[in-house]
């Protein structure tokens, strides 16, 4: 049975057919869930899928397809949150996109619509979108964390641009000095994460500082000037509190998504069978 089974769908080139769904589904969970359909011999359960679809085509065809695109997996580190370990801003941003997903297709249903078949699914969804601007205010994208995703943090910041900003006038000051015949260049660069000049290796005694590199041709050292290792060494203090920050930042927006984790994961598998039910439409 089952033989034949494989060779009336490799006849009918299901895998085509399904390949072409899955083109039509916003999320990657939802082009799987696209090509993992099979045919049902239920007659129950066919005319449900039917009415399903017919649903969605009318919904579509009256306002258009709702989007599914920022609805990614997150079921793992939701999981991970619930332990209570900290999550990562690309594992939190995924988050927040499930929670805007669920409120942008729950808004695509009105209450005032007639009750169909694809009622229940809309009125499951459980936006929250307290904690998604939580997470969008805080994380600008993977590699940025925003000024205002605390006080204290701001305030680092403040700290860390104004130390920079001395750091920079003292030096500038000495390149417009008389030891800048010293200099290889006239430039202001980082080594180790401390603010530095390029010094010829002939004059490197003439530039009283710490040497923090030098050149691959022995040409030019990298020195770091007295008059602001001091600075330099605030610098170094601040990165390590704006680290321990941003630390406890992603560590407690994982912990307000592990409250919230048993709804998010609900949303997360309600939006992807609507995604297949819309890509069927």
Same mark, same amino acid.
């Given at each position: 049975?089952?033989?034949?089974?494989?060779?009336?769908?490799?006849?009918?080139?299901?895998?085509?057919?399904?390949?072409?769904?899955?083109?039509?589904?916003?999320?990657?969970?939802?082009?799987?869930?696209?090509?993992?359909?099979?045919?049902?011999?239920?007659?129950?359960?066919?005319?449900?899928?039917?009415?399903?679809?017919?649903?969605?085509?009318?919904?579509?065809?009256?306002?258009?397809?709702?989007?599914?695109?920022?609805?990614?997996?997150?079921?793992?580190? =939701? #999981?991970?949150?619930?332990? /209570?370990?900290? $999550? @990562?801003?690309? %594992?939190?941003?995924?988050? +927040?996109?499930?929670?805007?997903?669920?409120?942008?297709?729950?808004?695509?249903?009105?209450?005032?619509?007639?009750?169909?078949?694809?009622?229940?699914?809309?009125?499951?969804?459980?936006?929250?979108?307290? =904690? #998604?601007?939580?997470?969008? /205010?805080?994380? $600008? @994208?993977?590699? %940025?964390?925003?000024?205002? +995703?605390?006080?204290?943090?701001?305030?680092?910041?403040?700290?860390?641009?104004?130390?920079?900003?001395?750091?920079?006038?003292?030096?500038?000051?000495?390149?417009?000095?008389?030891?800048?015949?010293?200099?290889? #260049?006239?430039?202001?660069?980082?080594?180790?994460?401390?603010?530095?000049?390029?010094?010829?290796?002939?004059?490197?005694?003439?530039?009283?500082?710490?040497?923090?590199?030098?050149?691959?041709?022995?040409?030019?050292?990298?020195?770091?000037?007295?008059?602001?290792?001091?600075?330099?060494?605030?610098?170094?203090?601040?990165?390590?509190?704006?680290?321990?920050?941003?630390?406890?930042?992603?560590?407690?927006?994982?912990?307000?998504?592990?409250?919230?984790?048993?709804?998010?994961?609900?949303?997360?598998?309600?939006?992807?069978?609507?995604?297949?039910?819309?890509?069927?439409?």
């Amino acid at each position: 049975m089952w033989e034949l089974y494989e060779k009336s769908t490799e006849k009918l080139e299901l895998n085509r057919v399904l390949e072409l769904l899955a083109d039509c589904a916003g999320s990657e969970d939802g082009k799987a869930a696209c090509r993992a359909l099979c045919p049902s011999s239920d007659l129950e359960e066919v005319r449900e899928l039917l009415e399903q679809t017919t649903a969605a085509c009318t919904m579509s065809a009256v306002q258009g397809s709702p989007g599914f695109y920022d609805v990614k997996n997150v079921d793992a580190a =939701l #999981e991970r949150a619930d332990r /209570g370990g900290s $999550l @990562s801003t690309t %594992e939190l941003l995924r988050i +927040a996109g499930v929670l805007r997903s669920a409120r942008t297709v729950k808004g695509y249903w009105s209450e005032e619509e007639t009750a169909q078949v694809l009622t229940p699914l809309f009125q499951a969804l459980t936006p929250n979108k307290y =904690l #998604e601007d939580r997470i969008s /205010g805080a994380i $600008l @994208s993977e590699e %940025e964390i925003a000024d205002a +995703a605390s006080p204290e943090l701001a305030s680092i910041r403040r700290h860390i641009r104004a130390t920079a900003s001395k750091v920079r006038d003292i030096l500038n000051k000495l390149l417009s000095s008389n030891q800048a015949k010293y200099l290889q #260049e006239a430039i202001i660069t980082q080594r180790n994460d401390r603010f530095v000049v390029p010094v010829k290796s002939e004059h490197k005694n003439d530039v009283p500082g710490l040497v923090h590199d030098v050149s691959s041709s022995g040409a030019t050292f990298f020195i770091e000037p007295m008059g602001v290792v001091k600075a330099n060494n605030e610098l170094r203090e601040l990165a390590a509190k704006e680290k321990k920050e941003i630390e406890r930042i992603l560590a407690q927006l994982s912990a307000d998504c592990a409250e919230h984790a048993d709804d998010i994961s609900r949303d997360f598998g309600i939006l992807v069978s609507l995604d297949l039910i819309f890509a069927k439409a």
